[in-house]
Every structure is written in C-alpha cells, then in structure tokens.
C-alpha cells in the first residue's frame, strides 16, 4: 500500500490577478480551476478532456440570523497541494482492493469584516471531482445556522437528465428521462399527487443525478460521506440551467446545525464519455474514512429467503389478529383475541423456509411481522410504537433460532420502527442484546411512515444522524444493518461496512403496489447504486400477482430472465431470492442459477452500459475462477455483443445461458426463457437476443 504526500507540488497555475488557481487530476484528464469574483465570491468550474462539463458557479453558504452571511467578501489567505495514492481492501465489495488516487487543493479563505475562516478543498481524481467546506476552530464561528447550502453546479448545455422529484421523505420514484428544460413541466403532476413535501421546488430533484450531454459526455452529481449533516437536493434554475443544492430541512426549516470544527459532506462530479466508467467509479467511497471497524471477520455478505413477498403482494399479513378492540394502551390481551388465520411469520411457515434455505445453500432467513404492535398499527394507530423483544404467540423466537441452527441457517431480524426513531433509539440496546442472545445477527430496519417527532422529515440532520447512530451502535453489537425507507447511501459503507444493505429507492416491492418502469433496473445502477448497494430484493419469477392474491392485479414488469440477471447487474453483498418457495419449485431449472450466483466478487467487468436502455456486467467470485454474466435490457429489443476476454488465458469454461426466448417479452410473455451450456474461452464471444425488459444471466465455470 502506498501513502505519499507532498505538500506544495506543482499542480496548479496561480494568477494574480484573477487569483485563479488550477488543479489536475492524477493523468490529467481533468483540470478544475478556481477563482474569486470581483466580490469575493468563491467560484469553480471542470474542464474533461479539454472540455467544460461545469461552466464557472459559485460556492458558499448562506446563515440564519447572521448579519453576513459565507457566500462573498472573501480574500485567499493560504492555499495547499497535495496528492495521494493507496489501494485499499473492501471488506465486500465489486472488486477485491480499490484504488484511491488523488490531487488536492485545500484553499483558506478569510472573510472581510468579519474575521471568519472557512477552506474550501477540492480533490480531483481521474473519474472526477469532490469538494466540501471545512470550518476550522475559530472565535468568531462556533455555533451557526445554516439557511441553506448555495454549491452550484453550471451545466454547459440542455442536458438529457435521469432524474426523479425531490422530496423530503422518499426517493420510491420511477425515474423520468428528459430534458432539463422540460423538468419543470414533468414535475408539476408528481408534486400535485405523490410528492409527500409539498413545499419543495417544483424544479427540485434528487442525487444521484445521470446526465447525458449532446456530445455523448456522462456527468453524476451526487454527495459523499453524508454525516451530522442534511442530505442534499438539488434545485434548477431552468433558465440558466444552473444547478443549486438544496438541503432538507429540520422541524423549524433550519438545514444544519453547525459547531466548528467541522466540515459538510463532499459534493461530487463524476464524468466519462463511457457510461461503463460512470459504473466503475468508487470516487463515492474513496470520499469516505477507511473502516473503523478493526475486526471485521463477522461481516460477511448474505444471500436469503424470506417471510416477506407473500405479505407484500397481500397472501398473508404481518399482523396476528384484526382485533383492533383489544388495543388498550399499546397493549394487546392476546388470550382474547382471536387470530386472523393470514399471520405469515407463524412456527409451521417460518419452519417451511427454513428448511427450503438449507435445501438450496441459502444463508438466511428474513421473517417481517413476528413482533407485537402491527395489528395495532394497521389498525387504528399509525403513531403505535413497537418494543422489538415481544413475538406473537404463534412465533416460538428460541425454537426457531434452534431449528434453523440446526439446519446451518440464520434468522434475519426485522425492526419496523414506524418512523418513531426516538422510541426506536430507546430500545436499541435491549433489541441488539436480544438478537445476541437468540443468535440474530443481522437486522433489517424500517422507517414506514411520518417521522416522530412530528414535523421532521426522513433526511433531515437529526434523522440522518439517527440512521448513523443505529449504524454504529450495531456495529457495537457485532450486527449487520439493512435499513429501508432510510437516507440514500454516500459511500459510508467503508467506513462501517456492517451496512451491507439499504433500500432508499424504489424496490420490487412497487411492482407489487402498480408496477415499476421496464427500464427501472437499467436506470438505478447509474444513479441510487452510486452510493453503494441496494436491497432490490430481486428474483421474482410469478409476474401475475393475482396468482398469489387474486385481490391485487399487479403486474411485475419484467422477463423471467432479467429477474435472474438482476444478481449481478444490481450490486449488492445481500441477495434476496424474494419470491416463495413454490414459485420457485416450478421452475427448478432456471432457479439454479440463483442458487450458484456469488455475492461476493473479487473483480467486476463493465461490458456494455447505456443509461435507461441496457447494462452488461461480468463478475468473478471471490476466491474462485468463476464468472456471472448478467444482462438487463429496457423496453426496446436488441442483440447484445460481447466477447470473454476477461477469462483467463489457457483455460476452458462451462457456460450455462439463461435467456430470453424469442416471443419473450415482459408483459406478455415474461415467463419465457431458455437455458443452454456451450463450452467458452478467453476467445469466444457471444451473440444474444434481450426481450423488451427482458435480459439474460451467465454461469461460467471452469472446466477442471
């Protein structure tokens, strides 16, 4: 591992008069200058390949109840380069080490009148561009408000953008494709029917953002390393196609409350002219601290089944009885209420997939509605508050954590905190002890619902220092998180890799609620996926929701094929076969797969990638000569090209295609696929159909 500094290196061009200074990625691809205004304003902008990708746009902060605020006034007071390089080992990841390599340029600025300091440092890698605002210790800013964040990002031109609307509370969106300029127009419905923060602008989107200039030049606007800090929206001047971030606010508007020292979160510009580069960027993670876990050997990555798409789709319920009468204060008389004969984490089911886990090499079980207090809050109060240590009386917590044990399988366990994260935080050590002494080792954690306090919303300072705290204080406890309905990730995964999973956007489970886009899985890797992996919950192989609750007409957009593909285009160290033990058993052949894929890679291969409309990504397991293929293609049919030079030279493989049949298609047909083996080298290459969101997954395996 290397880790050199050299203060002062010549990176940068320095002008007196323009006060301008430029710095240079590692092998020069991008030069970045900054400057300030006439009014001592702070300015940057980014240049690619000799060309603009931000025009010039300011930097600053504007504070609450503060005569000046750090927007302008500034003079340049000391500036320092530096550059460095390290590789770094992931716990889990893509790849098995990553490279962080970096120049940077932190300038100090004094303010005018008023005796603040503030650095502004930027860090120029070869994927791109971070930034933040440090505030050192200082006299005269201690404790301070922000009003809001004012970092602008000036787009050069009418950018086709994948963008959902902003909003406070929720990123479960189906991504729109437009034009910047059309964003207001698009926009106006969703903030009328969905967008659960009314007052936010009308222009307003959320990171991460995929844009796509005319002359083929990818740009990601994203943050990183979002702690103690609110997390950032972006709002756009449609006019001047100026891009401005806009932080969630607190209960009281407020977007941050500050003591120095301190710093915000980085605010990053990932850009290529391949799309497959936008994909295999780390700057997010690189942006974050190394892991402060120093035994990490209890981290593993998980692949799992689980008591929960029977519920979603309706078959069965979290809740034990519908007997809402004997509620009385949050506690229920359960030897007088009466079953409702639907509760899905009873003994005899919960037993069932177990034992279809350990049939078929899967690590764990996931079982939602186990607890007291959903029948309370399906019922008649959405602000119940669950304990997280009382089961129902039909769910045997000690008997089922020796069954499985027995059979070499974990439960997963699942807190659903109904928003009410100071109830949730009281909880904590006793609900993590608890899952110590029944053998639980890792949670998935909800925030369904209004945040309470009332007032606050999901991604707020305080809330996000709350979903930080639950992170931490697992970490104590030598358990795994996925939290859902959470703030989307920033790369914080390194620096606590028992994160092994969030939600933070629009997962299967919508496909169970009306449907998602056919294009949605080409969409996310590009734009949620850049701050690290989601809990998709993938591997749907009954389209038909009716067939599971003849109630729901819902529809899963999407070929059999592409739900198979979805285990390797959709990263993640935890893997969810998420339909039920009896869909799967109808299609033994094509489950196979599903039961071979890896979770774990060691080296990840970008084949071919075009936001929206198609994604191929080759893997190799970790500690093995194999690799999986998958292939997620959008509403459009076409023929996929690739070739397998990524195989080692010298060795022969087995490849087993999992495809699309010719009449498939994801509406119509979804449940038409086709399996074939062909013996494959470094040499072969492959020609294959993807139907309308439709796509296809590889086995290789080496033929020994």
């Known amino acids: 591992m290397k880790n050199l500094f050299f203060a002062s290196l010549i990176l940068f061009a320095f002008s007196t008069v323009a006060k301008a200074q430029q710095l240079k990625s590692p092998e020069g691809k991008f030069v970045m200058e900054f400057s300030l205004q ?14 603009e990708v931000v025009k010039t746009s300011k930097l600053g902060l504007e504070l609450k109840d503060d005569k000046k605020s750090l927007l302008n006034d500034f003079t340049i007071a000391d500036t320092k380069t530096s550059t460095f390089d390290e590789t770094w080992k992931p716990v889990w990841g893509e790849v098995d080490h990553i490279r962080n390599h970096y120049n940077e340029l932190a300038v100090t600025l004094n303010q005018k009148g008023t005796d603040r300091q503030i650095v502004i440092r930027f860090r120029l890698f070869d994927d791109g561009l971070g930034f933040r605002y440090e505030f050192p210790a200082q006299k005269n800013l201690t404790y301070f408000i922000i009003k809001e964040e004012r970092s602008q990002f000036a787009m050069t031109g009418d950018h086709t953008a994948f963008w959902i609307p902003g909003d406070y509370d929720t990123q479960e969106y189906d991504y729109t494709k437009s034009k910047l300029s059309e964003i207001r127009g698009l926009s106006e419905k969703a903030y009328t029917a969905n967008v659960s923060q009314k007052s936010f602008s009308p222009t307003g989107v959320q990171t991460s953002l995929m844009l796509k200039t005319n002359d083929g030049i990818y740009i990601n606007l994203h943050e990183a390393a979002l702690i103690d800090y609110s997390c950032m929206h972006l709002n756009l001047d449609d006019k001047n196609l100026i891009f401005e971030s806009w932080l969630t606010p607190d209960a009281k508007g407020d977007k941050g409350h500050m003591q120095a020292p301190n710093h915000s979160p980085w605010r990053t510009i990932i850009v290529s002219d391949d799309a497959r580069e936008i994909l295999s960027s780390k700057m997010t993670y690189n942006l974050n601290d190394p892991s402060k876990i120093e035994e990490t050997s209890w981290i593993k990555p998980v692949k799992y089944v689980g008591v929960w798409w029977e519920m979603i789709t309706g078959k069965s319920s979290w809740s034990y009885t519908n007997d809402y009468p004997t509620v009385q204060l949050g506690v229920t008389d359960f030897a007088k209420a009466k079953p409702n004969g639907t509760h899905g984490a009873n003994n005899a089911n919960v037993k069932k997939y177990i034992d279809f886990a350990a049939a078929n090499g899967f690590d764990a079980v996931l079982v939602e509605g186990w607890n007291e207090g959903w029948e309370d809050w399906f019922g008649h109060s959405k602000d119940y508050v669950f304990d997280f240590l009382t089961p129902y009386p039909d769910f045997d917590v000690k008997g089922l954590h020796e069954y499985a044990k027995s059979k070499g399988v974990k439960i997963i366990m699942h807190h659903e905190t109904s928003g009410s994260v100071r109830n949730y935080e009281r909880h904590m050590d006793a609900a993590y002890k608890f899952m110590n002494d029944n053998g639980y080792n890792a949670v998935k954690s909800g925030y369904v619902g209004d945040i309470l306090p009332r007032g606050e919303n999901h991604y707020s300072q305080w809330i996000v220092n709350h979903y930080q705290y639950a992170i931490e204080k697992a970490a104590d406890y030598k358990i795994m998180v996925n939290a859902h309905e959470a703030v989307r990730p920033t790369g914080i995964a390194r620096t606590y890799p028992n994160l092994i999973g969030n939600e933070a956007a629009r997962g299967t489970e919508y496909q169970a609620f009306g449907g998602s886009k056919p294009n949605h899985v080409t969409v996310l890797p590009f734009t949620r996926l850049i701050g690290g992996p989601m809990d998709y919950t993938p591997g749907i192989f009954e389209m038909d929701i009716s067939k599971m609750n003849p109630e729901n007409k819902s529809h899963v957009n999407s070929t059999l094929a592409n739900q198979l593909a979805l285990y390797v285009t959709m990263y993640s160290p935890l893997q969810m076969a998420a339909d039920t033990p009896e869909n799967y058993n109808r299609f033994p052949d094509a489950f196979q797969f599903i039961k071979d894929v890896a979770v774990d ?16 990504v080759a893997r190799k ?7 999986f293929v998958g292939n997620v293609n959008g509403e459009t049919p076409r023929t996929s090209n690739i070739d397998f030079s990524f195989l080692e030279k010298g060795k022969k493989y087995t490849a087993t295609i999992y495809a699309d049949a010719k009449d498939a298609h994801y509406k119509t047909n979804p449940q038409a696929y086709t399996i074939k083996k062909i013996a494959v080298t470094n040499k072969s290459k492959l020609s294959q159909f993807s139907a309308p969101g439709g796509g296809y997954a590889i086995s290789i395996i080496e033929t020994k």
């Open 601 to 616: 890679w060691s080296e990840s291969k970008y084949i071919e990638a075009e936001p929206g409309d198609f994604i191929t």
């Open 38 to 51: 006439n009014d001592g304003t702070p300015t940057y902008n980014l240049k690619y390949k000799n060309k």
């Open 621 to 627: 397991a970790k500690g093995t000569n194999n690799w």
